[in-house]
T-cell receptor, first 114, second 118 residues
Framework: AQSVAQPEDQVNVAEGNPLTVKCTYS??????LFWYVQYPNRGLQFLLK??????LVKGSYGFEAEFNKSQTSFHLKKPSALVSDSALYFC????????????FGGGTRLMVKP | GAVVSQHPSRVICKSGTSVKIECRSL??????MFWYRQFPKQSLMLMAT?????????EQGVEKDKFLINHASLTLSTLTVTSAHPEDSSFYIC??????????????FGPGTRLLVL
């Protein structure tokens, strides 16, 4: 069975400061890892993914994430937060390509204050 | 690219009626579509997975006779909530993925449909 943990329900950061949203996973096999962002009353928007290759993945809106196999983590980062980054962030994992189901973490609410 | 639409975005209906939600992939062919349900301040719960031309695979605890899923083409899947009751009120989100091509390996999500059953 595969699982994803997002240990923080909410992350608060001041605008301009770096942000990190944590994600750890558990799978039996090689993981495919994803980050999505959800704005109020909207669906999920794809930010970035790790399939293979370079452990540092760059995605939309200046976000990046680092795959760490030994720590089974895939933390989302951004060097300088914007107020508009405030949203709900979901980490997800699967062990195959997108034809198979994703397992989502519980979500982390990011609040960026001016 | 990779745009998924849902219609309607919001629907209010009376208890006992049926509601149909459409999910369309606008710029790619979706070999697989997924239907999720999301409760307030919670993560997404997968309801079912459907492949074009095949019967949907439902997750444990999801009533297939209540949540009818049709994936008639590579760009359209529908979810029909039959005989809706207030406890079916929720935010329903679809996603689509494609085997092969530029959109492989990633699920792309629709904007969601908020259902309120009175």
């Amino acid at each position: 069975a595969q699982s994803v943990a997002q240990p923080e329900d909410q992350v608060n950061v001041a605008e301009g400061n770096p942000l990190t949203v944590k994600c750890t996973y558990s799978v039996s096999g090689n993981p495919y890892l994803f980050w999505y962002v959800q704005y109020p009353n909207r669906g999920l928007q794809f930010l970035l993914k790790y399939i293979t290759g370079d452990n540092l993945v760059k995605g939309s809106y200046g976000f990046e994430a680092e795959f760490n196999k030994s720590q089974t983590s895939f933390h989302l980062k951004k060097p300088s937060a914007l107020v508009s980054d405030s949203a709900l962030y979901f980490c997800a994992v699967t062990i195959n390509n997108a034809g198979n189901m994703l397992t989502f973490g519980g979500g982390t609410r990011l609040m960026v204050k001016p | 690219g990779a745009v998924v639409s849902q219609h309607p975005s919001r629907v209010i209906c009376k208890s006992g009626t049926s509601v149909k939600i459409e999910c369309r992939s606008l710029d790619f062919q979706a070999t697989t579509m997924f239907w999720y349900r999301q409760f307030p301040k919670q993560s997404l719960m997968l309801m079912a997975t459907s492949n074009e031309g095949s019967k949907a695979t439902y997750e444990q605890g999801v009533e297939k006779d209540k949540f009818l899923i049709n994936h008639a083409s590579l760009t359209l899947s529908t979810l029909t909530v039959t005989s809706a009751h207030p406890e079916d009120s929720s935010f329903y989100i679809c996603s689509a993925s494609s085997a092969g091509g530029a959109f492989e390996e990633t699920q792309y999500f629709g904007p969601g449909t908020r259902l309120l059953v009175l």
